[in-house]
């Protein structure tokens, strides 16, 4: 895997194209099926981000189980020696939990198509419509649950002055305006930055360029440890992407997100 092994985190389409039919390249589309069905990435495996999510009331974004992520991976002929990239149709969010999942498993090698496939039909690149079957694989996995932040973990740290809890839903829920669970608010003193601005929209949203003094500003600093969430962990997905490829040492998810935080009678809420 020589070639592929110092490819980039945020990959551009041009970068991409000339290394399809690599045999070490894996490619996972996690856009919505229909669009899968019309237009993909020639070779990539389609895979339904439902399958990212346990999918359990009130917390469907939490974790799958260590079984039902082998059995994913088994599916998609995953065996640990490929470079993984990822894309998705509307920015990042499910390829950025597809990068947190990786990092689950102690994937090493994996990137982002920036812009996803807004960005690759932008660019006039080749397209292909037949779905890619792989074959299914027997691999075995290790996991490392180091980059999830648990419900009671979080709760117990609130208020040490190295944590940011980096909020990526809109300021309506940050404010308690919009109820997504049976309360509204905010976990106290986190900072709302909401996912989207984080995306060029006059480049096929890709990541901008000019986002770390922005967010240093605000107090999500790459010297502090960052837990991101949202409400399920699909916004955050891309937040989670976004700290590492802007170079953050220390970059969390809280998978139970606000549906987990606000369904609680007891958890803390500030509004």
Known sequence: MTQLRHLPLILEPEELQPLLGHSELLILDLCRGDLYSRAHVPGAIHIEPSRLMRREEPAMGKCPT???????????????????????????????RMIWTLDLIQHPHYSYLNGGMLAWLDSGLATEQAANQPSSS??????????????????????????????????????????????????????????????????????????????????????????????????????????????????????????????LPDTPIDC
């Open 66 to 96: 260590p079984e039902q992520l082998l059995q994913l991976f088994r599916d998609i002929g995953y065996t640990g020696q490929e470079h993984i990239v990822v894309y998705d149709d509307e920015g990042g969010g499910w390829a950025g």
């Open 138 to 263: 027997t691999v075995e996995l290790e996991f490392d649950f180091s980059p999830l932040v648990s419900r009671e973990a979080l709760q117990a740290q609130l208020g040490n002055d190295d944590l940011v809890i980096w909020d990526a839903r809109s300021e309506a829920e940050y404010r308690g305006e919009k109820v997504m669970a049976l309360r509204g608010g905010h976990i106290p003193g986190a900072i709302n930055y909401e996912w989207t601005r984080a995306m060029d929209r006059n480049r096929q949203l890709r990541i901008r360029d000019d986002l770390l003094p922005e967010l240093e500003a605000l107090g999500i600093a790459r010297n502090k440890r960052i837990v991101t969430h949202c409400q399920s962990h699909h916004r955050s997905g891309f937040t989670y992407l976004l700290g590492k490829a802007l170079g953050y040492e220390s970059i969390q998810a809280y998978d139970g997100s606000w549906s987990e935080w606000g369904n």
